[in-house]
T-cell receptor, first 115, second 113 residues
């Protein structure tokens, strides 16, 4: 059973471009969470999705950021018109139930660098 | 919302000694407390967790204790080994809170040979 798969592992974008980060949850997991990690910082919650639904996006900036988890395929975190401040590691986690009940498994992350 | 404080930010111990990392949380409704280990360039890996109906949990050299009254929980690693060197994060989750886990800022554990 493969773990949580994220790609790409590293992504370089120029200011103003779009970044697309993909996350395939573990098999059988229908709950997906996205977190952002700045250097020397903990992980900050961004958005929680279930299949075809955004459950909570309270941690995600209102502008330029969007997320989806379609019926088929991976979850996508999309950042439009990237700025230098978007440079960070973005981690996806999945679980079988909301994380208040069971453990969440993290992917290896996508390290976004905006130049 | 929940706020999790973690300390120390850096901890250096001699190989074979014990290491203790402490966290406090603010929301008394939180009931799930996992600990994650993150190695350089990798994603966080769950190493142990505890729920609020339990005061202590142990798994080989790793143990976690929870004091609900004081709202703090701790990670204990005994007989430390070089491979224990990593960044450790505590987290808390609140029932009914759909916003996932709230993480501490992490502790960089260094095992001195």
């Amino acid at each position: 059973n493969a773990g949580v798969m994220q790609n790409p592992r590293h992504l370089v974008r120029r200011r103003g471009q779009e970044a697309r980060l993909r996350c395939s949850p573990m098999k059988g997991h229908s709950h997906v969470y996205w977190y952002r990690q700045l250097p020397e910082e903990g992980l900050k919650f961004m958005v929680y999705l279930q299949k075809e639904n955004i459950i909570d996006e309270s941690g995600m900036p209102k502008e330029r950021f969007s997320a989806e988890f379609p019926k088929e395929g991976p979850s996508i975190l999309r950042i439009q018109q990237v700025v230098r401040g978007d440079s960070a590691a973005y981690f996806c986690a999945s679980s079988t139930t909301p994380t208040m009940n069971t453990e969440a498994f993290f992917g290896q992350g996508t390290r976004l660098t905006v130049v | 919302g929940e706020n999790v404080e973690q300390h120390p930010s850096t901890l250096s111990v001699q190989e074979g000694d014990s290491a203790v990392i402490k966290c406090t949380y603010s929301d008394s409704a939180s009931n799930y407390f996992p600990w994650y280990k993150q190695e350089l360039g990798k994603g966080p890996q769950l190493i142990i967790d505890i729920r609020s109906n339990v005061g202590e949990k142990k798994d080989q050299r790793i143990a976690v204790t929870l004091n609900k009254t004081a709202k703090h929980f701790s990670l204990h690693i005994t007989e430390t080994q070089p491979e224990d060197s990593a960044v450790y994060f505590c987290a808390a989750s609140t029932p009914g809170g759909a916003d996932g886990l709230t993480f501490g800022k992490g502790t960089h554990l260094i095992i001195q040979p």
